[in-house]
Structure formats: C-alpha cells, structure tokens
Nanobody, 123 residues
Framework: QGQLVESGGELVQPGGSLTLSCAGS????????MAWFRQTPGNEREFVAG????????HYPDSPKGRFTISRDNAENKLYLQMDSVRPEDTALYYC????????????????WGQGTQVTVSS
C-alpha cells in the first residue's frame, strides 16, 4: 500500500519563496502521474500543478502559473513544488497526489493522497 507524506509548509511573508516536498513509500511512484492540490476551509480541492511520470510534461492552471514549479525525482520517489512570489491567497493546505491521468485537475483521478502540509502567507 503506497503512502505519500508532504513536508515543507510554513509561515512565509508575501513575496517570499518556499519548497514543498512529498515523499513516497511502500510503492514505486515513478510510473504514476503526480500533482499538487490545495484546499482552504469550505472550498473544494484545487489543482495547482501536475507532472507526467517521466517528467516531460508539466501542467499548470492559469493561476498560479508562472509562480509555482513542479518537479520530481523518481530515483528518490519524491515530488516537489517550488513556490515563488507567494501571496496571501496562496494560504492553504497543500496535498500531493498520485494517479494515472497526467495533468488531470480532477481529484477523483488520483488514487493516492498525502495528509497535507499547511502553507500560510502573511506578514
């Protein structure tokens, strides 16, 4: 049974940067498409970025396109999200997910989920 564990969430000032990490265990996630989602209280889970299993294709929604960068290290079974020029509206619980549909913005297309890491953007 595969498991995903996120880390790296913290309090950061507007305009700052941080990197989220997601470590996979119990399964080889190198053949899965992976993605980052975020969620705020009372709202649905929102697609932030996705990456194909071989890292060749990356998917970003219109926002926060250009400020976030997704990457993965298949040898280490890890996924990353580099967040730059963060804004207060980026405050959310960030989840990593693994599935078989690369770039899908639909949470239902992902079979494995982490527990989330909290990012708070505030001065």
């Amino acid at each position: 049974q595969g498991q995903l564990v996120e880390s790296g969430g913290e309090l950061v000032q507007p305009g700052g940067s941080l990197t989220l990490s997601c470590a996979g265990s119990g399964r080889d996630f190198s053949t899965y498409a992976m993605a980052w989602f975020r969620q705020t209280p009372g709202n649905e889970r929102e697609f932030v970025a996705g990456i194909s299993w071989n890292r060749n294709i990356k998917h970003y929604p219109d926002s926060p396109k250009g400020r976030f960068t997704i990457s993965r290290d298949n040898a280490e079974n890890k996924l990353y999200l580099q967040m730059d020029s963060v804004r207060p509206e980026d405050t959310a619980l960030y989840y990593c997910a693994a599935g078989v549909v690369s770039g899908s913005p639909a949470p239902r297309d992902y079979q494995y989920w982490g527990q989330g890491t909290q990012v708070t953007v505030s001065s």
